[in-house]
Protein backbone atom coordinates (compact mmCIF):
# COMPACT_ATOMS: atom_id res chain seq x y z
CA UNK A 1 0.00 0.00 0.00
CA UNK A 2 1.04 3.50 -1.17
CA UNK A 3 2.10 6.20 1.42
CA UNK A 4 -0.79 7.87 -0.60
CA UNK A 5 -3.28 5.12 0.26
CA UNK A 6 -2.10 5.14 3.84
CA UNK A 7 -3.21 9.06 4.22
CA UNK A 8 -6.17 8.39 2.67
CA UNK A 9 -7.07 5.60 4.76
CA UNK A 10 -6.63 7.55 7.74
CA UNK A 11 -8.95 10.24 6.65
CA UNK A 12 -13.12 10.41 6.46
CA UNK A 13 -14.58 11.44 3.23
CA UNK A 14 -16.09 14.93 3.02
CA UNK A 15 -19.79 16.05 3.40
CA UNK A 16 -19.58 18.71 1.02
CA UNK A 17 -23.44 19.54 1.58
CA UNK A 18 -21.97 19.74 5.71
CA UNK A 19 -18.98 22.15 4.82
CA UNK A 20 -20.82 24.39 2.74
CA UNK A 21 -24.29 24.72 5.57
CA UNK A 22 -20.94 25.50 7.70
CA UNK A 23 -19.13 28.31 5.70
CA UNK A 24 -22.26 30.20 4.76
CA UNK A 25 -23.48 29.82 8.86
CA UNK A 26 -19.64 30.86 9.30
CA UNK A 27 -19.58 34.08 6.77
CA UNK A 28 -22.95 34.98 8.22
CA UNK A 29 -21.10 35.02 11.34
CA UNK A 30 -18.72 36.80 10.23
CA UNK A 31 -20.64 39.53 8.14
CA UNK A 32 -22.54 40.18 11.56
CA UNK A 33 -19.25 41.10 13.30
CA UNK A 34 -17.29 42.91 10.68
CA UNK A 35 -19.89 45.39 9.19
CA UNK A 36 -20.15 47.16 12.66
CA UNK A 37 -17.09 47.52 13.38
CA UNK A 38 -15.08 47.09 9.84
CA UNK A 39 -16.87 48.24 7.17
CA UNK A 40 -17.37 51.47 7.87
CA UNK A 41 -15.15 54.07 9.58
CA UNK A 42 -15.40 57.57 10.84
CA UNK A 43 -13.51 60.38 10.08
CA UNK A 44 -14.12 64.00 11.50
CA UNK A 45 -13.89 66.26 8.95
CA UNK A 46 -13.72 70.37 9.40
CA UNK A 47 -17.29 70.27 8.86
CA UNK A 48 -18.63 67.11 9.54
CA UNK A 49 -18.57 63.61 10.39
CA UNK A 50 -17.94 61.88 7.42
CA UNK A 51 -18.52 57.67 7.31
CA UNK A 52 -15.86 56.02 5.11
CA UNK A 53 -16.61 52.48 3.66
CA UNK A 54 -13.95 49.59 3.86
CA UNK A 55 -15.63 46.73 2.13
CA UNK A 56 -12.56 45.74 1.01
CA UNK A 57 -10.88 45.15 4.14
CA UNK A 58 -13.91 43.41 4.93
CA UNK A 59 -14.04 41.10 1.80
CA UNK A 60 -10.79 39.76 2.51
CA UNK A 61 -10.81 39.39 6.05
CA UNK A 62 -14.21 37.21 5.29
CA UNK A 63 -11.90 35.13 2.36
CA UNK A 64 -9.25 34.55 5.42
CA UNK A 65 -11.47 33.41 7.50
CA UNK A 66 -13.60 31.26 4.81
CA UNK A 67 -10.56 29.79 3.95
CA UNK A 68 -9.49 28.85 7.19
CA UNK A 69 -11.97 27.30 7.89
CA UNK A 70 -12.29 25.07 4.74
CA UNK A 71 -8.81 23.82 5.53
CA UNK A 72 -9.60 22.87 9.07
CA UNK A 73 -12.41 20.52 7.45
CA UNK A 74 -10.05 19.18 4.94
CA UNK A 75 -7.24 18.29 7.10
CA UNK A 76 -8.21 18.27 10.47
CA UNK A 77 -11.70 17.54 11.38
CA UNK A 78 -12.48 14.86 8.95
CA UNK A 79 -9.59 12.34 10.47
CA UNK A 80 -10.60 8.67 11.70
CA UNK A 81 -10.56 8.04 14.96
CA UNK A 82 -7.41 6.75 16.35
CA UNK A 83 -6.68 3.07 16.54
CA UNK A 84 -6.93 2.09 20.10
CA UNK A 85 -2.84 2.13 21.60
CA UNK A 86 -0.87 -0.92 21.80
CA UNK A 87 -0.23 -2.73 24.27
CA UNK A 88 2.13 -0.97 26.41
CA UNK A 89 5.70 -1.84 26.73
CA UNK A 90 8.54 -1.78 29.31
CA UNK A 91 8.33 1.86 30.74
CA UNK A 92 11.10 4.10 28.90
CA UNK A 93 12.34 7.47 30.28
CA UNK A 94 10.52 10.53 28.47
CA UNK A 95 12.67 13.80 27.01
CA UNK A 96 9.78 15.71 29.89
CA UNK A 97 11.78 13.38 32.57
CA UNK A 98 15.41 13.93 30.34
CA UNK A 99 15.45 17.29 30.10
CA UNK A 100 13.01 18.79 32.99
CA UNK A 101 15.02 18.69 36.28
CA UNK A 102 17.84 20.91 34.21
CA UNK A 103 14.71 23.35 32.88
CA UNK A 104 14.73 25.20 36.02
CA UNK A 105 18.40 25.97 36.84
CA UNK A 106 19.15 27.14 32.69
CA UNK A 107 16.69 29.59 33.06
CA UNK A 108 17.61 30.91 36.31
CA UNK A 109 21.88 31.24 35.01
CA UNK A 110 20.59 32.39 32.02
CA UNK A 111 18.21 35.30 34.03
CA UNK A 112 21.43 36.18 36.10
CA UNK A 113 23.82 36.68 33.27
CA UNK A 114 21.15 38.49 31.21
CA UNK A 115 23.01 41.71 31.98
CA UNK A 116 26.22 40.86 30.67
CA UNK A 117 24.81 38.63 27.97
CA UNK A 118 22.63 41.69 26.56
CA UNK A 119 25.69 43.95 26.91
CA UNK A 120 23.95 46.39 29.59
CA UNK A 121 21.51 46.70 26.99
CA UNK A 122 18.78 49.11 28.54
CA UNK A 123 15.63 48.34 26.72
CA UNK A 124 16.33 44.64 26.97
CA UNK A 125 16.86 44.78 30.94
CA UNK A 126 13.93 47.06 30.83
CA UNK A 127 11.88 44.55 29.11
CA UNK A 128 13.23 41.74 30.98
CA UNK A 129 11.98 43.65 34.41
CA UNK A 130 8.80 44.04 32.92
CA UNK A 131 8.25 39.94 32.18
CA UNK A 132 9.70 39.43 35.47
CA UNK A 133 7.25 41.55 37.23
CA UNK A 134 4.07 39.48 36.09
CA UNK A 135 5.96 36.34 36.32
CA UNK A 136 5.72 36.96 39.82
CA UNK A 137 2.15 38.21 39.58
CA UNK A 138 1.45 34.73 38.30
CA UNK A 139 3.38 32.66 40.46
CA UNK A 140 1.27 34.41 43.24
CA UNK A 141 -2.08 34.02 41.78
CA UNK A 142 -1.00 30.57 40.74
CA UNK A 143 -1.49 30.06 44.61
CA UNK A 144 -4.81 30.55 44.66
CA UNK A 145 -6.20 29.56 41.00
CA UNK A 146 -3.47 26.50 40.19
CA UNK A 147 -2.76 24.93 43.32
CA UNK A 148 -6.23 26.13 45.55
CA UNK A 149 -8.67 25.88 42.18
CA UNK A 150 -10.00 29.07 43.48
CA UNK A 151 -11.04 31.40 40.23
CA UNK A 152 -9.84 34.62 41.33
CA UNK A 153 -10.41 37.93 38.90
CA UNK A 154 -9.79 40.56 41.35
CA UNK A 155 -6.07 39.93 41.76
CA UNK A 156 -4.87 43.11 40.57
CA UNK A 157 -6.43 45.04 43.86
CA UNK A 158 -3.36 43.21 45.64
CA UNK A 159 -1.03 44.58 43.64
CA UNK A 160 -2.74 48.28 43.94
CA UNK A 161 -2.71 47.97 47.57
CA UNK A 162 0.97 46.81 47.27
CA UNK A 163 1.63 49.67 45.10
CA UNK A 164 -0.19 52.20 47.20
CA UNK A 165 1.34 50.86 50.80
CA UNK A 166 4.87 51.98 49.08
CA UNK A 167 3.13 55.17 48.25
CA UNK A 168 1.75 56.60 50.95
CA UNK A 169 3.96 55.25 53.57
CA UNK A 170 7.29 56.96 51.74
CA UNK A 171 5.55 60.21 50.65
CA UNK A 172 3.49 60.93 53.82
CA UNK A 173 3.55 58.47 56.92
CA UNK A 174 7.03 57.75 57.48
CA UNK A 175 8.61 61.58 56.74
CA UNK A 176 6.00 62.39 59.31
CA UNK A 177 6.67 59.74 61.86
CA UNK A 178 10.51 59.68 61.69
CA UNK A 179 11.62 62.49 59.42
CA UNK A 180 12.73 62.48 55.89
CA UNK A 181 16.02 61.16 56.32
CA UNK A 182 14.30 57.48 56.01
CA UNK A 183 12.54 58.21 53.16
CA UNK A 184 15.93 56.59 51.20
CA UNK A 185 15.67 53.60 53.08
CA UNK A 186 11.50 53.77 52.64
CA UNK A 187 11.39 50.69 50.22
CA UNK A 188 12.88 48.20 52.12
CA UNK A 189 11.10 48.71 55.39
CA UNK A 190 7.71 49.38 52.96
CA UNK A 191 8.30 45.93 51.06
CA UNK A 192 7.32 43.39 53.84
CA UNK A 193 4.73 45.99 54.83
CA UNK A 194 3.05 46.22 51.80
CA UNK A 195 3.09 42.46 51.94
CA UNK A 196 1.71 42.14 54.99
CA UNK A 197 -1.40 44.52 54.47
CA UNK A 198 -1.88 42.80 50.92
CA UNK A 199 -2.52 39.52 53.07
CA UNK A 200 -4.74 41.05 55.42
CA UNK A 201 -6.75 42.21 52.45
CA UNK A 202 -6.77 38.87 50.88
CA UNK A 203 -7.68 37.49 54.51
CA UNK A 204 -10.76 40.34 54.35
CA UNK A 205 -11.79 38.76 51.00
CA UNK A 206 -11.09 35.17 51.95
CA UNK A 207 -14.15 35.60 54.49
CA UNK A 208 -17.20 36.48 52.23
CA UNK A 209 -15.80 33.84 49.74
CA UNK A 210 -15.56 31.04 51.94
CA UNK A 211 -19.00 29.22 50.64
CA UNK A 212 -18.45 30.36 47.07
CA UNK A 213 -17.55 28.08 44.21
CA UNK A 214 -16.45 28.32 40.41
CA UNK A 215 -18.28 31.52 38.58
CA UNK A 216 -19.59 32.82 41.92
CA UNK A 217 -16.60 33.35 43.35
CA UNK A 218 -15.14 34.79 39.82
CA UNK A 219 -17.69 37.32 40.06
CA UNK A 220 -17.37 38.56 43.61
CA UNK A 221 -13.35 38.46 43.25
CA UNK A 222 -13.65 40.96 40.23
CA UNK A 223 -16.03 43.25 42.36
CA UNK A 224 -13.27 43.02 45.25
CA UNK A 225 -11.10 44.29 42.17
CA UNK A 226 -13.09 47.21 40.93
CA UNK A 227 -14.69 48.47 44.52
CA UNK A 228 -10.04 48.68 44.94
CA UNK A 229 -10.01 50.57 41.71
CA UNK A 230 -12.84 52.84 42.71
CA UNK A 231 -11.64 53.68 46.04
CA UNK A 232 -8.55 54.71 44.73
CA UNK A 233 -9.92 56.89 42.07
CA UNK A 234 -12.37 58.44 44.61
CA UNK A 235 -10.99 58.77 47.64
CA UNK A 236 -9.00 61.85 46.83
CA UNK A 237 -8.32 63.01 50.47
CA UNK A 238 -6.35 59.89 50.76
CA UNK A 239 -4.46 58.59 47.64
CA UNK A 240 -5.18 61.86 45.27
CA UNK A 241 -7.67 60.55 43.41
CA UNK A 242 -6.73 59.84 39.20
CA UNK A 243 -3.56 62.32 39.76
CA UNK A 244 -1.90 59.50 41.38
CA UNK A 245 1.04 59.99 43.73
CA UNK A 246 4.53 60.63 43.09
CA UNK A 247 6.83 58.83 44.87
CA UNK A 248 10.92 58.66 45.72
CA UNK A 249 12.32 55.26 43.30
CA UNK A 250 14.31 52.57 45.22
CA UNK A 251 18.25 53.31 45.86
CA UNK A 252 20.77 51.06 47.04
CA UNK A 253 20.56 50.87 50.41
CA UNK A 254 20.13 54.28 51.06
CA UNK A 255 22.45 55.69 48.28
CA UNK A 256 20.40 57.00 45.10
CA UNK A 257 21.20 56.35 41.49
CA UNK A 258 21.79 60.20 40.80
CA UNK A 259 24.93 62.11 39.07
CA UNK A 260 26.53 64.04 42.86
CA UNK A 261 28.84 63.29 45.34
CA UNK A 262 25.74 61.31 47.67
CA UNK A 263 25.05 59.30 44.78
CA UNK A 264 25.81 55.41 43.82
CA UNK A 265 28.57 56.25 41.37
CA UNK A 266 30.54 58.39 43.45
CA UNK A 267 30.51 56.20 46.53
CA UNK A 268 31.95 53.13 44.13
CA UNK A 269 34.12 55.73 42.54
CA UNK A 270 32.57 54.70 38.99
CA UNK A 271 31.33 56.97 36.07
CA UNK A 272 27.60 57.76 36.46
CA UNK A 273 25.32 55.49 34.04
CA UNK A 274 21.90 55.45 34.23
CA UNK A 275 21.88 51.79 33.50
CA UNK A 276 23.14 51.00 36.84
CA UNK A 277 19.79 51.93 37.88
CA UNK A 278 18.21 49.36 35.49
CA UNK A 279 20.71 46.51 36.16
CA UNK A 280 19.65 47.26 39.94
CA UNK A 281 15.92 46.74 39.61
CA UNK A 282 16.29 43.71 37.63
CA UNK A 283 18.20 41.71 40.09
CA UNK A 284 15.31 43.33 42.67
CA UNK A 285 12.47 41.58 40.80
CA UNK A 286 14.83 38.45 39.79
CA UNK A 287 15.64 38.26 43.66
CA UNK A 288 11.57 38.92 44.82
CA UNK A 289 10.59 36.15 42.01
CA UNK A 290 12.92 33.78 43.05
CA UNK A 291 11.57 34.09 46.43
CA UNK A 292 8.05 33.72 44.68
CA UNK A 293 8.99 30.67 43.61
CA UNK A 294 11.34 28.46 46.41
CA UNK A 295 8.36 29.72 48.80
CA UNK A 296 5.89 28.57 46.38
CA UNK A 297 7.31 25.16 45.74
CA UNK A 298 8.05 24.53 49.45
CA UNK A 299 4.60 25.25 50.36
CA UNK A 300 3.49 22.77 47.79
CA UNK A 301 5.19 20.20 49.43
CA UNK A 302 3.79 20.99 52.83
CA UNK A 303 0.32 19.44 54.08
CA UNK A 304 -1.12 22.60 53.25
CA UNK A 305 -0.29 22.50 49.63
CA UNK A 306 -1.47 18.99 49.63
CA UNK A 307 -4.58 20.52 51.21
CA UNK A 308 -4.74 23.27 48.48
CA UNK A 309 -4.45 20.37 45.74
CA UNK A 310 -7.01 18.11 47.90
CA UNK A 311 -9.37 21.04 47.87
CA UNK A 312 -9.10 21.90 44.21
CA UNK A 313 -9.73 18.24 42.92
CA UNK A 314 -12.76 18.07 45.40
CA UNK A 315 -14.14 19.72 47.90
CA UNK A 316 -16.54 17.52 49.29
CA UNK A 317 -13.89 14.42 49.66
CA UNK A 318 -11.51 17.49 50.93
CA UNK A 319 -14.09 17.86 53.66
CA UNK A 320 -14.38 14.22 54.30
CA UNK A 321 -10.80 13.74 55.04
CA UNK A 322 -11.06 16.41 58.04
CA UNK A 323 -9.17 19.32 56.24
CA UNK A 324 -10.64 22.84 57.71
CA UNK A 325 -11.26 24.40 53.89
CA UNK A 326 -12.03 27.32 55.74
CA UNK A 327 -8.46 28.21 56.82
CA UNK A 328 -6.89 26.12 53.51
CA UNK A 329 -9.01 29.18 51.71
CA UNK A 330 -7.42 31.97 53.66
CA UNK A 331 -4.08 31.02 53.42
CA UNK A 332 -4.29 30.61 49.44
CA UNK A 333 -6.20 34.03 49.27
CA UNK A 334 -3.35 35.66 52.23
CA UNK A 335 -0.23 33.93 50.80
CA UNK A 336 -0.99 35.27 47.33
CA UNK A 337 -2.08 38.24 47.98
CA UNK A 338 1.06 38.80 50.02
CA UNK A 339 3.37 38.28 46.83
CA UNK A 340 1.02 40.45 44.96
CA UNK A 341 1.53 42.88 47.52
CA UNK A 342 5.38 42.74 47.10
CA UNK A 343 5.64 43.05 43.18
CA UNK A 344 3.23 46.18 43.84
CA UNK A 345 5.39 47.70 45.90
CA UNK A 346 8.60 47.00 43.39
CA UNK A 347 6.05 48.22 40.70
CA UNK A 348 6.08 51.84 42.71
CA UNK A 349 9.45 52.10 43.47
CA UNK A 350 10.36 51.31 39.96
CA UNK A 351 7.90 53.60 38.09
CA UNK A 352 8.36 56.42 40.91
CA UNK A 353 4.66 57.27 40.24
CA UNK A 354 1.09 55.35 40.45
CA UNK A 355 -2.41 55.48 39.73
CA UNK A 356 -5.24 53.79 39.57
CA UNK A 357 -5.24 53.53 35.72
CA UNK A 358 -2.50 51.21 36.71
CA UNK A 359 -5.19 48.88 38.54
CA UNK A 360 -7.36 47.72 35.76
CA UNK A 361 -9.49 44.90 35.31
CA UNK A 362 -7.55 43.73 32.27
CA UNK A 363 -4.52 43.80 34.29
CA UNK A 364 -6.33 40.91 36.19
CA UNK A 365 -7.21 39.11 33.00
CA UNK A 366 -3.14 38.80 31.64
CA UNK A 367 -2.15 37.60 34.57
CA UNK A 368 -4.93 35.12 34.65
CA UNK A 369 -4.09 34.14 31.24
CA UNK A 370 -0.32 33.83 32.05
CA UNK A 371 -1.78 31.36 34.54
CA UNK A 372 -3.82 29.32 32.71
CA UNK A 373 -1.50 29.12 29.61
CA UNK A 374 1.53 28.14 30.90
CA UNK A 375 -0.94 25.32 32.74
CA UNK A 376 -2.72 25.76 36.18
CA UNK A 377 -0.26 24.57 39.07
CA UNK A 378 3.19 24.74 37.08
CA UNK A 379 5.62 26.83 38.03
CA UNK A 380 8.12 26.64 34.42
CA UNK A 381 4.93 26.55 32.26
CA UNK A 382 4.40 30.25 33.95
CA UNK A 383 7.38 31.65 32.95
CA UNK A 384 6.90 30.48 29.19
CA UNK A 385 3.93 32.18 29.09
CA UNK A 386 4.48 35.11 30.97
CA UNK A 387 7.68 35.77 28.30
CA UNK A 388 5.19 34.79 25.03
CA UNK A 389 2.45 37.00 26.23
CA UNK A 390 4.09 40.06 27.14
CA UNK A 391 7.19 39.47 24.91
CA UNK A 392 4.59 39.89 22.23
CA UNK A 393 3.30 43.11 23.87
CA UNK A 394 6.46 44.53 23.00
CA UNK A 395 6.86 42.92 19.68
CA UNK A 396 3.82 44.86 18.32
CA UNK A 397 5.89 47.98 19.00
CA UNK A 398 8.62 46.65 16.51
CA UNK A 399 6.32 46.46 12.94
CA UNK A 400 5.15 49.57 12.17
CA UNK A 401 6.29 48.73 8.87
CA UNK A 402 3.02 47.04 8.46
CA UNK A 403 1.69 50.77 8.39
CA UNK A 404 2.45 50.46 4.21
CA UNK A 405 -0.26 47.41 4.40
CA UNK A 406 -2.80 48.23 6.57
CA UNK A 407 -5.88 50.88 6.59
CA UNK A 408 -4.71 54.44 6.85
CA UNK A 409 -4.44 55.71 10.71
CA UNK A 410 -4.46 51.83 12.16
CA UNK A 411 -1.27 50.83 14.52
CA UNK A 412 -0.32 47.20 14.78
CA UNK A 413 -0.06 47.84 18.35
CA UNK A 414 -4.02 48.11 18.62
CA UNK A 415 -3.76 44.22 17.19
CA UNK A 416 -1.56 42.95 20.52
CA UNK A 417 -4.79 42.05 22.16
CA UNK A 418 -6.64 40.36 19.44
CA UNK A 419 -3.27 38.34 18.78
CA UNK A 420 -3.27 37.16 22.34
CA UNK A 421 -6.85 36.22 22.32
CA UNK A 422 -6.24 34.24 18.93
CA UNK A 423 -3.36 32.41 20.79
CA UNK A 424 -5.76 31.70 23.86
CA UNK A 425 -8.35 30.45 21.21
CA UNK A 426 -6.13 27.93 19.52
CA UNK A 427 -3.99 26.91 23.15
CA UNK A 428 -7.61 25.87 24.66
CA UNK A 429 -8.33 23.93 21.20
CA UNK A 430 -4.85 22.12 20.80
CA UNK A 431 -3.30 21.87 24.48
CA UNK A 432 -6.31 23.20 26.75
CA UNK A 433 -3.78 22.35 30.06
CA UNK A 434 -1.34 25.23 29.38
CA UNK A 435 2.19 24.72 28.04
CA UNK A 436 3.40 22.29 30.91
CA UNK A 437 0.90 19.62 31.38
CA UNK A 438 3.00 17.10 33.70
CA UNK A 439 2.71 17.54 37.40
CA UNK A 440 5.34 16.10 39.61
CA UNK A 441 3.54 14.54 42.18
CA UNK A 442 4.28 16.10 45.78
CA UNK A 443 3.55 12.63 47.91
CA UNK A 444 4.18 9.10 46.71
CA UNK A 445 4.23 5.88 48.50
CA UNK A 446 7.33 3.64 47.73
CA UNK A 447 7.88 5.15 44.43
CA UNK A 448 6.71 7.78 42.30
CA UNK A 449 3.88 6.82 39.52
CA UNK A 450 2.70 8.76 36.85
CA UNK A 451 -1.29 9.54 37.53
CA UNK A 452 -3.27 10.36 33.86
CA UNK A 453 -4.43 13.60 33.80
CA UNK A 454 -8.00 11.84 32.78
CA UNK A 455 -8.06 11.27 36.55
CA UNK A 456 -7.17 14.84 37.96
CA UNK A 457 -8.40 18.30 37.08
CA UNK A 458 -5.08 19.40 36.61
CA UNK A 459 -2.25 18.05 34.75
CA UNK A 460 -0.70 14.60 34.09
CA UNK A 461 1.86 13.49 36.86
Not at 29 to 36: M, S
Not at 67 to 78: D, E, G, S, Y
Not at 293 to 307: D, E, H, Q, S, W
Amino acid sequence: MTSQDLSASKARPLDYAAITRDLIGTAIVCLLLLVPMVAYKSVITQYSLVLQSRWGTVAIILAVVLAVRLLMHVFVWNRAPAAPPAKAGPARASIADTIGPWVFPVLVALAILLPVISGADRRTIDLAIYILTYIMLAWGLNIVVGLAGLLDLGYVAFYAVGAYAYALLSTVYFPYWFGDGIVPWAFYITLPLAGLLAALWGVILGFPVLRLRGDYLAIVTLAFGEIIRLVLINWFDFTNGPQGITVPKATFFGLPFVAGENGFAAFFGIEHNRIYYYIFLYYVILALALLTYFVTNRLRRLPIGRAWEALREDEIACRSLGINTTNTKLTAFAIGAMFGGFAGSFFAARQGFVSPESFVFIESAIILAIVVLGGLGSQIGIVFAAIAIMGSFELFRELNFLQAVLPEGTDPVHFRMLAVGLAMVLMMRFRPRGFVTRRQPTVFLKERKSVSGDLVKEGHG
